[in-house]
């Protein structure tokens, strides 16, 4: 089955392919009956894609709202089993790496690592050093100095004098020892160790960002039949409920012109 043999059967349905866009940043995107397939997509991921997008187009027929809303598996499987989603979530997985978030889970243990690190160093002058606590040594010096900024900031531009005379002063987590020479070595790990912690912060976000997308309804009922295609016995093997339960409704009807598609590619 080629890919132009799909499009001419999506564009018989009434839908408007195109497939030379950015799509919004994404491998394919799909809205208001139209798909758009970016044109720096490589050619084994055209048609994976082509079906991604049109199983999004089949749900919103099953579900109008499904682009504010995310969809519903309870509507998608006419079940609301609770072993679907954990299936699904495996071929999801199966389906885009990216799901997994593999780098930035490392990148979060780096800097969970950096975090203990200053901690250490923090407490070999302050032994008795917590992160859940108030560090009043620390909070009472800061007062004083400008290094303050680099609580909220990595790097800072610090602009000092009248109208016609002005100042502008550079300040860096990484340069705080020259910076700021008089500087307590404890206090100095104690600004990074804040700096790691407001990384990791942003590193969770990420993580619950991607975590949220890939596990909406829509999300998931797109990837298991792009799965399907990829390896068909795989996806059946690691999601064997979800796939009966689809099977089932696919052979009656449900998934209207899914049927019809998933025949001309399997």
């Known amino acids: ?68 809303t995310g969809g519903s598996l309870e509507i998608l499987f006419k079940s609301d089993n609770p072993i679907y989603k954990e299936e699904l979530i495996k071929v999801t997985n199966f389906v885009d790496n990216n799901s997994l978030c593999v780098r930035l889970y490392e990148h979060k243990d780096r800097v969970k690592q950096k975090i203990k690190e200053q901690e250490n160093i923090i407490k070999k002058y302050y032994p008795k050093f917590q992160r859940s606590k108030k560090f009043k040594e620390f909070d009472k010096y800061i007062k004083r100095s400008n290094a303050k900024y680099l609580l909220k900031y990595d790097r800072v531009r610090l602009v000092e004098g009248g109208f016609f005379r002005k100042t502008t002063k550079l300040f860096s987590i990484d340069d ?43 999300e998931l009922f797109a990837r298991l039949v792009e799965g399907l295609y990829l390896d068909r016995e795989w996806v059946e093997a690691i999601a064997p409920n979800v796939t009966r339960q689809f099977y089932d409704l696919l052979k009656d009807g449900y998934y209207m012109e899914l049927k019809v598609v998933l025949e001309k590619v399997w």
């Open 176 to 218: 705080i020892e020259k910076d700021f020479t008089d500087m307590p070595i404890a206090f100095a790990a104690y600004i990074r160790l804040h700096s790691f912690q407001k990384k990791q912060s942003r590193i969770s976000a990420r993580i619950n960002k991607y975590k949220k997308y890939y596990e909406k309804p829509c």
């Open 1 to 68: 089955m080629k890919a132009e043999e799909l499009i001419r059967y999506f564009k018989s349905l009434g839908l408007s392919v195109h497939t030379g866009t950015k799509a919004r940043g994404h491998q394919g995107f799909f809205l208001n009956n139209r798909i758009d397939i970016s044109k720096n997509i490589s050619e084994n991921r055209l048609i994976p894609t082509l079906l991604h997008e049109f199983t999004h187009y089949i749900h919103s027929k099953l579900e109008p709202d499904m682009n504010k």
